[in-house]
């Protein structure tokens, strides 16, 4: 089965502090991307950054970046300067193939809250 | 540019009654997806398409009937609501390893 999994339901950090959303997923698929989602209470799903698997690099937008550990399947997403706008939701997923056909799996979420 | 259109943001229902969710993307993508998001919870896969006139079910696909006669076009039916139903829907669409979510419906039934 492939499936995502997001151990901390809650975080809070400090405004102007770093924090990392940790994610594992599980995939026999070499191939396939990964996402971190931000929701806010709007309910919109924004993409925060992605990530090809078979890329080695790190991907980083801006503020946002992440921790790509293939072999360990992991995904962890950090955010530097965290400001007040950063409270939401943070989905992690992962968009694989399967007998040719595309799906998205996504984790339960991780609730951040930044505090002033 | 209106990427991924979903109709209508808020709806109420009886149990019993029937609806149908719109979605509509303007991308020419040939996938499409729709996910319901509970309280709290993360995504659940309802029902994909990988083109029109295919359609396959998802994770929870019970008590839904969705169909793809065009491109743009991916309606999600529920025939009989009932109160597990009560959740927000999304809508998406994806290309080349991208996707693009709808602004969600909100559904209650009562």
């Known amino acids: 089965a492939q499936t995502v999994t997001q151990s901390q339901p809650e975080m809070s950090v400090q405004e102007a502090e770093t924090v990392t959303l940790s994610c594992t997923y599980d995939?026999?698929?070499?191939?396939?991307?990964l996402f971190w989602y931000k929701q806010p209470p709007s309910r919109q799903m924004i993409l925060v950054i992605r990530?090809?698997?078979?890329?080695?690099q790190n991907a980083t937008e801006n503020r946002f970046s992440v921790n790509f550990q293939k072999a360990a399947k992991s995904f962890s997403l950090k955010i530097s300067d965290s400001q007040l706008g950063d409270t939401a939701m943070y989905f992690c997923?992962?968009?694989?193939?399967?007998?040719?056909?595309?799906?998205?799996?996504f984790g339960t979420g991780t609730r951040l809250k930044v505090l002033a | 540019n209106a990427g991924v259109t979903q109709t209508p943001k808020f709806r109420i229902l009886k149990i019993g009654q029937s609806m149908t969710l719109q979605c509509t993307q303007d991308?020419?993508?040939?996938?499409m997806y729709w996910y319901r998001q509970d309280p709290g919870m993360g995504l659940k896969l309802i029902y994909y398409?990988?083109?029109?006139?295919?359609?396959d079910k998802g994770e929870v696909p019970n008590g839904y009937n969705v169909s793809r006669s065009t491109t743009e076009d991916f309606p999600l039916r529920l025939e009989l609501a009932a109160p597990s139903q009560t959740s927000v829907y999304f809508c998406?669409?994806?290309?080349?390893?991208?996707?693009?979510f709808g602004q969600g419906t909100r559904l209650t039934v009562v």
């Open positions: 997923a992962f968009m694989v193939s399967t007998s040719g056909t595309y799906k998205y799996i």
């Open positions: 991308m020419n993508h040939n996938y």
């Open positions: 998406a669409s994806s290309y080349a390893g991208h996707a693009f």
């Open positions: 995939t026999s698929e070499s191939n396939y991307y």
């Open positions: 990530q090809e698997a078979y890329k080695q």
């Open positions: 398409s990988v083109g029109a006139g295919i359609t």
